[in-house]
């Protein structure tokens, strides 16, 4: 028997708890990035939602600066950061991002111009079909339908994309659940404006009756 194991396993085990040491700091990085960006981009979407299209724009810059400094984990710990955490935050992060260029109607922004994978970009997109719900109700609550039809399109032309992707679960983070999640979400909306449009009519129609009496 070799003389020498003791000494391999002790080079080996010190070999382990360096590697696993790395990765636990890694883990516990991108933990404090996830909880952040999160943070940033529901802090964001709301000022979307009250108009504040710069704040918003600061708010998200925040939330770039921090995923850029998850690129090492990318790097070197690659199943820490596609673990569900991170990928929240990107997902989250793209919502954010979406979510403003729809409502301040300017360029949508791809997966290349915010860095982020195919996966949480898609999950992303898929989240702003509530958000344009929750702006178009809004809307409706304050009378004003302006845009509404439009945004009622965007609406449409996410959901006829994301139908479309047809891979296992495992490989797009569980795309096929949030469309059809949102389908009904979708729907629901279609109805809420359809409901107020038709009402809005009528009233005009009512208010034009009485003026030519």
């Known amino acids: 028997m070799p003389s020498n194991y003791s000494d391999d396993l002790s080079r080996i085990a010190a070999e382990a708890v360096e590697a696993l040491t790395l990765r636990h700091q890694a883990r516990e990085q991108a ?26 724009r600061q708010l998200i810059e925040r939330g770039s600066q921090r995923l850029q400094e998850t690129r090492h984990i990318r790097d070197e710990n690659p199943e820490i950061y596609y673990a569900g955490f991170l990928s929240d935050a990107r997902k989250e992060f793209t919502e954010a991002n979406i979510t403003l260029a729809v409502i301040s109607r300017s360029n949508i922004p791809d997966p290349e111009a915010l860095d982020v994978d195919a996966p949480s970009y898609l999950n992303g997109m898929a989240e702003v079909i509530g958000e344009i719900r929750r702006y178009i109700l809004d809307a409706l609550r304050r009378d004003s339908s302006d845009h509404c039809e439009e945004f009622m399109d965007v609406m449409d ?49 009512l208010a034009d009756m009485e003026k030519g009496s």
Do not use: C, K
């Open 157 to 205: 032309e996410i959901y006829g994309i994301l139908v479309t992707i047809d891979f296992p679960e495992g490989v797009t983070g569980g795309l096929r659940r949030s469309t059809d999640a949102m389908r009904g979400v979708l729907e629901r909306t279609r109805g809420d404006l359809t409901i107020s449009l038709q009402q809005r009519r009528l009233e005009q129609r």
């Open 31 to 56: 933990l404090a990035v996830s909880r952040e960006v999160i943070r940033f981009s529901a802090n964001a979407i709301r000022a979307v939602h009250r108009g504040d299209f710069d704040d918003a």
